[in-house]
């Protein structure tokens, strides 16, 4: 693996722990907005309501099919109509404090700090993102590791999402980068994976969550085996 310059990371589920901080995020607000009294009386119950919520909400996001905007404010309305209750202003104050407050949580995901460092100097490092642009800004900077990355590409400044090619082209040349020097490191199947392949970089499957891709051209489970094998 000594031939490789550049390494993209995703942030999301990949580098920036999105499940536990995001989680964090909503017991607090559960807590905050007395949710309990309104009969949202089990905080794992409304987590997980949540995420089947805005995951389906995400896809449809995602497929062009809904706007960021409305997708931010209908992911806890519809939440909260599972458990029988109303009331625009509540979602609305949810939405935002969500907004404001888990893009701060500095949780990584495991090894990925040590990853980092041990690659900084050795590599130029790069992210390439399908989150809102100004979200994944904040989250670099409270887990403190923005300045590991020459180039951040969202898709919102590329103009397009992974797994189209052209977010990683635009990557490459932002960074001056060649394709066989390259290095993609995901964890979303379709996203990363087949987003590298359609652009013909080699990958890198961070199967911590899911089930190994069989056509990345290397599969982990945690970034010290990747740390391993680029060195």
């Given at each position: 693996?000594?031939?490789?310059?550049?390494i993209y990371f995703d942030l999301d589920h990949t580098l920036w722990d999105f499940r536990s901080n995001s989680r964090a995020t909503l017991a607090e607000l559960h807590a905050e907005?007395?949710?309990?009294?309104?009969g949202v009386t089990d905080v794992d119950a409304f987590i997980e309501v949540y995420e089947e919520v805005n995951h389906a909400l995400w896809a449809r996001y995602e497929a062009g099919h809904l706007h960021k905007d409305v997708l931010r404010v209908l992911r806890f309305r519809n939440t909260l109509l599972q458990f029988g209750v109303?009331?625009?202003?509540l979602a609305?104050?949810?939405g935002e404090a969500y907004l404001d407050r888990c893009p701060t949580k500095?949780?990584?995901m495991p090894g990925a700090r040590e990853l980092l460092d041990a690659l900084h100097g050795r590599y130029r490092m790069h992210i390439i993102t399908n989150g809102f642009d100004s979200v994944q800004q904040v989250k670099l900077v409270s887990s403190g590791i923005g300045h590991y990355f020459d180039v951040v590409l969202s898709s919102e400044r590329?103009?397009?999402?992974?797994?189209?090619?052209r977010i990683f082209e635009k990557a490459l040349r932002s960074?001056?980068?060649e394709v066989s020097t390259s290095l993609m490191v995901g964890d979303n199947h379709e996203a990363d994976m087949l987003g590298a392949r359609r652009a013909g970089m080699d990958h890198v499957h961070y199967a911590a969550e899911t089930a190994p891709d069989a056509e990345a051209t290397y599969r982990i489970t945690h970034f010290d085996e990747l740390r391993a094998l680029l060195s």
């Open positions: 693996m000594n031939h490789y310059e550049h907005e007395r949710l309990a009294e309104l109303r009331g625009s202003g609305e104050r949810l500095p949780l990584l590329a103009g397009a999402r992974k797994p189209d090619p960074a001056g980068a």
